[in-house]
């Protein structure tokens, strides 16, 4: 089974600071995304990148950056965090139809 | 864009019985279609998937109907039991695009012994 791994877990940031959150795969997927998982919200779509070099705008992209050194991994990238941006995050990989999730970063920003 | 409805958000059964989950969506090209179980504390955990062929799928206890006519996709757990208890999302992804999934909102099981 495929292996993503998120780094940190937890994170308490404060306002206006940057915020890198890492993701690692070793599957040698294509496809990697991140989500934030928000209550009455479900899980809703950042960023996304089909490869080493590519990113690609989700359903929320506002206030974050993504980036995709090579194909192992995948930084989600707040250089301005809000409050608002406190959340569950999600990154994960995937080829063709299947996803793999990691088990998340739990981001506070005060 | 697509749209995913999920229902109930919450729902509390006993060891042994059976619990629904439905979900449907909006985009009539959809055509992978995924129920995913998240435990506390941790990611999101594949329980199946189907492809926009088949109406039916059973595995482990877990059966899948999809009903491409009323863009509805369901879940059922017979004789739950209370390691079944977690959050249960639906997740759907049109032609051409992949694996970019849209995902439900969840719903919460409980299922008591």
């Known amino acids: 089974e495929a292996a993503v791994t998120q780094s940190p877990r937890n994170k308490v940031a404060v306002t206006g600071g940057k915020v890198t959150l890492s993701c690692n795969q070793t599957?040698?997927?294509?496809?990697m995304y991140w989500y934030r998982q928000d209550t009455g919200h479900g899980l809703r779509l950042i960023h996304y990148?089909?490869?080493?070099?590519?990113?690609e705008k989700g359903d929320i992209p506002d206030g974050y950056k993504a980036s995709r050194p090579s194909q192992e991994n995948f930084s989600l990238i707040l250089e301005l965090a809000t409050p608002s941006q406190t959340s569950v995050y999600f990154c994960?990989?995937?080829?063709?139809?299947?996803?793999?999730f990691g088990a998340g970063t739990r981001l506070s920003v005060l | 864009g697509e749209q995913v409805e999920q229902r109930p958000p919450h729902l509390s059964v006993r060891e042994g019985d059976s619990a629904f989950i439905i979900c449907t969506y909006t985009?009539?090209?959809?055509?992978?279609f995924y129920w995913y179980k998240q435990e506390p504390g941790a990611g999101l955990q594949l329980l199946m998937s189907v492809f926009s062929n088949v109406d039916r799928k059973e595995e482990q206890g877990l059966t899948v109907l999809l009903n491409k006519k009323d863009k509805r996709l369901s879940l059922n757990l017979t004789a739950a039991h209370p390691g079944d208890s977690a959050v249960y999302f639906c997740?759907?992804?049109?032609?051409?695009?992949?694996?970019?999934?849209?995902f439900g909102k969840g719903a919460k099981l409980t299922v008591s012994p």
């Open positions: 994960a990989s995937g080829d063709g139809s299947t996803l793999y």
């Open positions: 997740a759907v992804s049109p032609q051409g695009t992949g694996s970019k999934l849209s």
């Open positions: 599957n040698n997927h294509n496809n």
């Open positions: 985009d009539s090209a959809t055509a992978y």
């Open positions: 990148s089909y490869g080493a070099g590519s990113t």
